[in-house]
């Protein structure tokens, strides 16, 4: 079983839908959650990160975490043609904070116009 | 300001070479981190460098090696390629590598090993 586990997907909305994308993990030490989103032939950019359980938002994205459920989220609201990509979620442990990232397997995320 | 850059983009090797990859981080930053991204099991952490000492490192077999330079740039090597070790490597760059740091990823080297 993979430490952190995420829908492959494909996952296709209509433009303006809200986007739900999650990851579970199972390690209880990690303690910095972050989503990265990959567009086809780039690496990854970083979109947000968090230290702490509850929400946390940047324009049309938010963050959620709950750490008692080892369950994270990533909401963008008023989803458009460019959102298109892969969002992938990312979490490290307290002593190595972002320089070794634990990736979920990223959802390929559609948005049709 | 430039991003992460890396050379080459693509690269094709037969089983049994060796390949060195290289990437040059953001003016600046001081930290390199390694990943290799493939199909099934998507991005993984290999190593990480900083000031030239290599501080983490991933579940990786020794056939994978880094370093990195006085001017922070940062090689990686495999030998004895295998063709499970066909992949996108990233290298991405942040200031010190601390928690507060953004990791800023270059576009990858695609390699194909046949």
């Known amino acids: 079983q993979k430490e952190v586990e995420q829908d492959p997907g494909p996952l296709s909305v209509p433009e303006g839908a809200i986007v739900s994308l999650n990851c579970t993990y199972s390690n209880s030490a990690f303690q910095y959650f972050m989503w990265y989103r990959q567009y086809s032939r780039k690496g990854p950019e970083l979109l947000m990160y968090?230290?702490?359980?509850g929400n946390k938002e940047d324009g049309r994205f938010t963050a959620q975490v709950d750490k008692s459920s080892k369950y994270i989220s990533l909401f963008i609201r008023d989803s458009q043609p460019s959102d298109s990509a892969t969002y992938l979620c990312?979490?490290?442990?307290?002593?190595?904070?972002?320089?070794?990232?634990?990736f979920g397997s990223g959802t390929r995320l559609q948005v049709q116009p | 300001k430039a991003g992460v850059t890396q050379t080459p983009r693509y690269l094709i090797k037969t089983r049994g070479q060796q390949v060195t990859l290289s990437c040059s981080p953001i003016s600046g930053h001081r930290s390199v981190s390694w990943y290799q991204q493939t199909p099934g099991q998507g991005l993984q952490f290999l190593f990480e460098y900083f000031s030239e000492t290599q501080r983490n490192k991933g579940n990786f077999p020794g056939r994978f090696s880094g370093r990195q330079f006085s001017n922070s740039r940062s090689e990686m090597n495999v030998s004895t390629l295998e063709l499970g070790d066909s992949a996108l490597y990233l290298c991405?760059?942040?200031?010190?590598?601390?928690?507060?740091?953004?990791?800023?990823f270059g576009p990858g080297t695609r390699l194909t090993v046949l």
């Open positions: 991405a760059s942040s200031l010190e590598g601390v928690t507060t740091d953004t990791q800023y």
């Open positions: 968090t230290y702490s359980s």
């Open positions: 990312a979490m490290s442990l307290m002593d190595t904070g972002r320089r070794a990232l634990t």
